[in-house]
C-alpha cells in the first residue's frame, strides 16, 4: 500500500522514464531527482551538493559521473573575453540528451532544461588568508580533500605515463599549485573529466609534465579549454608519444625508431594516424619486439611491415596485433 498526499505545492513532478533507466545507480538517480527540485537560481556545484545531501565529495562525483555518461547533466565552463574564469554553467535534463524516444516517460522531452551558474564561491577562504597572510603553514585553501583527491589522480597517472614516480614538492611549491589548481575549475570536474584532462596534458606536452608545471602560468586554462572543445586526445598520436619519449632514456633509441617507422607506415597504408598507446602497452612490446630489431631483420623492418599491413586485416593494423607473439612470428619468417 502507497500512502499517498494531495500535492498543491511544494512537490517536484519526475519522469518515469528517468526511476526507470537502468544506466543509473540509485545514488544517481536520488541525486537527479535532488537538482530537479532546486529552484532555477540555486547555484550548483559540488560543495553545495555535498552541504545540502550530507553526502561527501567523491560520492557525488561518483554520481555526477553516472548522470554525465547517462546524458542528465551537462557541464560548461564560462570565461569571459580575456580567458578569466567567471562560472560554471550546469544543464540538468528531465530525459535524457541522448534518448529522443523513451517508453513510458509520461512527460515529453524538456525543451527549457533546468540550469545553474555554478560560481565556485567556496573555491578559496579569503577570510583564512586574511587571517593567516603571514602564516607560512596557511594555503588559503578550504577544499583541501578535493585537491588531494587529484593530485593522488595525477600522480598515479604521472606514474602510469611516464613510468617513474612523480618528484617530491617542497612546501613552497604544494602550496602554489594547491592554490592554483583550487583556483580553477578543476575541483568542480568528475573524476572521469579530471582524468582525461590530466591524460591529454601527459600525451601532447614535450617536456617537463610536473603539477609544478601543469599548475603555472594559462595551462590549466588551456587544457579546460581544450576539453570543452572536444580536442583532448586529437593530437595525441604514436608520432607524440615518440616525440616524448626521445632522449629521455626511457626506451631505446632503436626501439623508438621502430615506433616511429611504424606509425609512419601506419599512416602510409590506412591513411590515418596511429593513436597513442599506455606505457605498460609500449613496455610489453618492447619486450616481445625487441629480438627482431637486432640482426638482419631490422635492416628489412620496412619491408617486414609493408608485407604485414597489405596481408593483414584492416582492423588488425594497430601495434598491439603486430606484436602478439604468433603474428610476430610469422611475420619475421616470411621475411626470411
Known amino acids: 500500500m502507497v500512502i499517498r498526499v494531495k500535492k498543491e505545492n511544494n512537490f517536484t513532478i519526475i519522469p518515469n522514464s528517468l526511476l526507470k533507466d537502468k544506466r543509473l545507480s540509485l545514488k544517481a538517480k536520488g541525486l537527479l531527482c535532488q537538482l530537479l527540485s532546486f529552484p532555477e537560481s540555486w547555484d550548483y556545484s559540488i560543495s553545495g551538493l555535498s552541504q545540502v545531501t550530507g553526502e561527501g565529495k567523491t560520492s557525488i562525483r561518483n554520481a555526477l559521473d553516472c548522470l554525465d555518461k547517462a546524458g542528465y547533466v551537462e557541464r560548461k565552463f564560462i570565461r569571459d573575453e580575456s580567458g578569466k574564469f567567471l562560472k560554471q554553467e550546469w544543464t540538468i535534463y528531465e530525459m535524457s540528451k541522448l534518448d529522443t524516444n523513451l517508453p513510458e516517460s509520461g512527460f515529453p522531452p524538456a525543451d527549457n532544461p533546468s540550469t545553474g551558474n555554478g560560481h565556485n564561491k567556496e573555491l578559496t577562504n579569503q577570510e583564512q588568508n586574511n587571517k593567516g597572510q603571514n602564516n607560512e603553514e596557511s594555503s588559503g585553501i578550504i577544499r583541501f580533500p578535493d585537491y588531494i583527491h587529484f593530485s593522488n589522480l595525477f600522480y598515479a597517472l604521472y606514474k602510469e605515463y611516464t613510468g617513474e614516480e612523480h618528484p617530491t614538492l617542497n612546501k613552497e611549491q604544494s602550496i602554489k599549485v594547491a592554490q592554483a589548481i583550487a583556483n580553477s575549475p578543476l575541483l568542480d570536474c568528475t573524476e572521469e573529466q579530471q582524468r582525461v584532462i590530466i591524460a591529454d596534458y601527459l600525451l601532447t606536452v614535450r617536456g617537463d609534465h610536473n603539477i609544478n608545471h601543469f599548475a603555472s602560468g594559462k595551462i590549466i586554462q588551456k587544457r579546460i579549454e ?19 619519449y626521445r632522449g629521455t632514456g626511457r626506451f631505446d633509441e632503436k626501439y623508438l625508431d621502430f615506433l616511429e617507422l611504424y606509425a609512419n607506415k601506419y599512416r602510409q597504408h590506412t591513411g590515418e594516424n596511429h593513436p597513442a598507446m599506455k606505457l605498460k602497452q609500449l613496455d610489453d612490446y618492447d619486450i616481445s619486439i625487441g629480438a627482431s630489431l637486432d640482426g638482419y631483420l631490422s635492416i628489412y623492418m620496412g619491408d617486414i611491415l609493408d608485407d604485414f599491413f597489405m596481408t593483414a586485416k584492416n582492423s588488425d593494423h594497430r601495434l598491439g596485433y603486430f606484436a602478439s607473439e604468433g603474428v610476430l612470428e610469422i611475420t619475421n619468417y616470411r621475411a626470411m
Open 226 to 244: 581544450r576539453y570543452n572543445a572536444g580536442l583532448c586526445f586529437s593530437d595525441s598520436t604514436l608520432d607524440t608519444e615518440v616525440e616524448i
